[in-house]
């Protein structure tokens, strides 16, 4: 490898640009950005010059002096083609792209492995929190248990604005799209999706496994509404989007992601705006946490910067855990203690309980919490989101 690191970026949207600032204050970093492939044409960018600036893919992917593809776009198909063909390629990548990651993560694992470069993508998950880094390296045993936390970044900062400043939940996603902290489409961040490929890419690192999105539950805060944030304040509770990943035996893993009602004594309750939080249970350790910026150009931007020098060093994940746990499977049969609110029973009469708890009518507002079986919610999942109900665990 040369002495300096050139570098092909594709996408100069928000991580892009704040790779380029950081990569511009990082003095240890012996690398220079070559090319910037975009498709928007005749648009002003800040930070490169123009003349390093392609439409033409080819320009970094077959460009001999060009040892390292950053792909930092948001089109998921166009990204799992610009991966593919820069691994085929002999070009080492570093990915940001969570959903093209969570979908095929396992073909490109492969192909990396037979043309001997290395695919690292710590920026695809909970921003620059080093979580990947960490599985792979500290966590590199079977003791780990669960694997929680808020994963998104935007649905945190609504909820913070919501809970906290009484903000409307349309203000506060339109303001959390103009930080740069939500998706070209931000329903991935509200309804749970972008939290769930997060938790498909971290569970490969955490157990081992590769589970596919459609196997996992997943709702988000879409559907909240002012009575349920209301509940919540009674009850001394705030509202929280979290993924988790759970060993429920030896051959057993369940995905879920979904709003949880965290108190005071949960770690997760401190963790405001763009901040994400994971917490992780080990056998022997108890709990650990970590928390950091979850989104944003410069903490994701960091986290890119982070693996192009890990990459100065040749550095590969070793995904030892694929060895280790391989007869995991993904079982949705667990017992979940619920708040779910509806405006008419209709909505809920073929939802069968194992128990209510609690439960609540008016003319306007119901809820009912108590304990359910995932799978309940698995089989009615066209209806929560056909009649948009709330749900959150507790
Ligand atoms: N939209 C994502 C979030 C960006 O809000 O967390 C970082 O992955």
Known sequence: MNNILNIGIFGYGT?????????????????????????????????????????????????????????????????????????????????????????????????????????IYEASSCGSIPIIRNLEEYYDNDLIQSLSGIMNGSSNYILSKIFNENTEYSKALKDAQKLGFAETDP??????????????????HAFGVFIKSDEVFNTGISNLKAYDIKIAKQKGFKIRLIGQSTKLDDSKINLHVCPKFVDSKDQSYNVEDHYNGISINGKFYDNQFMYGKGAGAHPTGSAVLSDISALEYNYKYEYKKLNLNSNLEHSNNLRLHIYISFTNFDQIKNFNFIEINEQFKSSEHNYIIGKINLTELIKHKHIIEKEKLFIATI
């Not at 329903?187 to 490969?204: A, H, N, Q």
């Open 15 to 119: 991580v892009g640009e704040g790779l380029a600032h950081v990569l511009k204050n990082s003095e240890g970093i012996k690398s220079q950005i070559k090319k910037v492939c975009v498709r928007t044409k005749n648009k002003e960018r800040n930070g490169i010059p123009q003349s390093i600036i392609t439409y033409n893919a080819d320009d970094i992917l077959k460009n001999k002096d060009i040892d390292l593809v950053a792909e930092l776009i948001d089109d998921d198909n166009e990204a799992y083609r610009i991966v593919k063909q820069a691994l085929i390629n002999k070009k080492n990548v570093v990915s940001a792209n969570k959903k093209m990651l969570a979908q095929h993560l396992q073909e490109l694992i492969k192909l990396q492995k037979k043309h001997e470069v290395s695919l």
């Open 187 to 204: 329903s991935s961040d509200v309804e749970g999706y972008d939290t769930l490929y997060k938790l498909i890419i971290l569970t490969v």
